[in-house]
């Protein structure tokens, strides 16, 4: 009877990198909004929605809702475990991996979604890890079969 044994575990936490990530991301939507030839009202509204988009991404990032498990065993292949439930995921070969951020195209019950998985979020050992394995398992999918 053979043992299942985790070859990967991973645990993603709180990133700085994608604070400041957040962070540009928003300021130059509101900067490109004020520079837009556009109507004061229109541009203030504009404003708005994108400091209201920042809030939430905030509060969702201090409520450590980026943080997850990434986890990988030779029996169950990719699982990715949140709130204690693992679930199986397909990665797809559109994953992007450099030396700061690791993007990873994954498929979860038919749904897509995409993980950021910035270098200081978890372990430099991990990260290392998590960089070389994707290139050496075999990914499921590509994305241009789906």
Known sequence: MPISSKVLRLEVGQSHYLLGFIVCAHMIACISVLVAALNVWLQMGLCVLVLLSF???????????????????DEFAWQLVEADKPVDISLLKSSVVTSKLIILH????????????????????SYRKLQVYPKIKPLTKQSSDL
């Open 55 to 73: 809030y939430g991404h905030f509060l969702q990032y201090k409520k450590h809702h980026y943080c997850f498990c990434l986890q990988y065993t």
């Open 106 to 125: 994954i498929e979860v019950q038919q749904q897509f979604r995409a993980l950021l998985i910035f270098s200081d979020a978890v372990d430099v050992e």
